[in-house]
Each structure stands twice: as structure tokens, then as C-alpha cells.
């Protein structure tokens, strides 16, 4: 199913919530499919999201950078 529709993946945890307001959770995933099956990614979602679900990834490559404290 990997192709131009887009890359499944389970979220594997939870990080933390960032953004201006707290709108962004950054979550850990692991892709169900493709050439980069099995790998787990940082990835940042908007809207409400827990353990378990499926997200569709447009671009597996990429990665969204660690939150640190200021």
C-alpha cells in the first residue's frame, strides 16, 4: 500500500504536546509498510491521537526533531 497514497503507521507512543497552545503532540510511529517497514519515526500530528492509532505518512524520510527544554 505504500505509494502515492500515502504510508501507514501505528503510533507506538506518546512524547509530549507542543506547539503555541499545546495543538501539536509529537509521537513515536512505526511504519507498517514500504521500503522503511519496521522503522520508528518522530513524527509531529495535529488533532487528538493515542496509542494504537494508524496515521497515514505522505513522507516517510521525514522526521520531526526532538523537544527540549529551553
Request: one cysteine or more; hydrophobic letters at 35%; aromatic letters at 0%.
Given at each position: 500500500?505504500?505509494?502515492?497514497?500515502?504510508?501507514?503507521?501505528?503510533i507506538?507512543?506518546?512524547i509530549?504536546?507542543?506547539?503555541?497552545?499545546?495543538?501539536?503532540?509529537?509521537?513515536?510511529?512505526?511504519?507498517?509498510?514500504?521500503?522503511?517497514k519496521?522503522?520508528?519515526?518522530?513524527?509531529?500530528?495535529?488533532?487528538?491521537?493515542?496509542?494504537?492509532?494508524v496515521?497515514?505518512?505522505?513522507?516517510?524520510?521525514?522526521?520531526a526533531?526532538?523537544i527540549r527544554?529551553?
Amino acid at each position: 500500500m505504500a505509494d502515492e497514497m500515502g504510508t501507514p503507521a501505528e503510533i507506538v507512543e506518546l512524547i509530549k504536546r507542543t506547539g503555541v497552545s499545546g495543538e501539536i503532540t509529537q509521537v513515536l510511529c512505526r511504519i507498517l509498510d514500504g521500503p522503511e517497514k519496521g522503522r520508528v519515526k518522530r513524527r509531529n500530528v495535529k488533532g487528538p491521537v493515542q496509542k494504537g492509532d494508524v496515521l497515514v505518512l505522505l513522507n516517510v524520510q521525514k522526521e520531526a526533531k526532538e523537544i527540549r527544554a529551553r
